[in-house]
């Protein structure tokens, strides 16, 4: 399994872009990294995921190493609404008795802050 | 759209009842799961099912049973309550479950064991 670690915590100010990093040393060729947020009690949301190159949507950017062993969520100008918790995941690979599904776990995330 | 649907929202339940968690998608989604967030901590996955008519465990899969009633709907039972069921649930839906796969979740339901 490629577990991520994630910082607990950090604040930002509003405006100034927020840098959440995770790592994900044991990760496999194959796995995907993820990154979902959670707006206080709310479902997840989905972000942004990446495999290998650097990606970039209408929310953010994510920055993975080229060793893939760690990568950055990149919220390029913070709002209040950008307040919650973001879970770091990678698809775990599929034991032989699941058949070949990727179940992402999540962890307990970093929760960010961004304050006027 | 709706995306994906949890009923109920709240629910208290005393100890030993049984009730069921009902979650339907829209979506066509071949893939649905089931997780539950204690205070606190992530996500944790209790049921899933890869596609119509499977159905496997998932981290912490004792106490629940889920059904896979057609492609859209997803349901989890708990047959006989306990407190340490108090939690939020939450369903979720993707296409597959390859790796590439994103997860659309619902807005949870949050159940109270007294």
């Known amino acids: 399994d490629a577990k991520t670690t994630q910082p607990t915590s950090m604040d930002c100010a509003e405006g100034r872009a927020a840098n959440l990093p995770c790592n994900h040393s044991?990760?496999?060729?194959?796995?995907?990294v993820y990154w979902y947020r959670q707006i206080h009690s709310q479902g997840p949301q989905y972000i942004i995921h990446g495999l290998k190159n650097n990606e970039t949507n209408e929310m953010a950017s994510l920055i993975i190493t080229e060793d893939r062993k760690s990568s950055t969520l990149i919220l390029p100008h913070a709002t209040l609404r950008d307040t919650a918790v973001y879970y770091c995941i990678v698809r775990v690979a599929p034991s032989l008795r699941s058949g070949g599904s990727y179940i992402p776990t999540f962890g307990r995330g970093t929760s960010l802050i961004v304050h006027p | 759209n709706a995306g994906v649907t949890q009923t109920p929202k709240f629910q208290v339940l005393k100890t030993g009842q049984s009730m069921t968690l009902q979650c339907a998608q829209d979506m066509n989604h071949n893939s649905m799961y089931w997780y539950r967030q204690d205070p606190g901590m992530g996500l944790r996955l209790i049921y899933y099912?890869?596609?119509?008519?499977?159905?496997d465990k998932g981290e912490v899969p004792n106490g629940y049973n889920v059904s896979r009633l057609n492609k859209r709907e997803f349901s989890l039972r708990l047959e006989s309550a306990a407190p340490s069921q108090t939690s939020v649930y939450f369903c979720a839906s993707s296409e597959g479950t390859s790796g590439a796969n994103v997860l659309t979740f619902g807005a949870g339901s949050r159940l109270t064991v007294l």
């Open positions: 044991t990760i496999s060729g194959n796995e995907y």
């Open positions: 099912s890869a596609s119509e008519g499977t159905t």
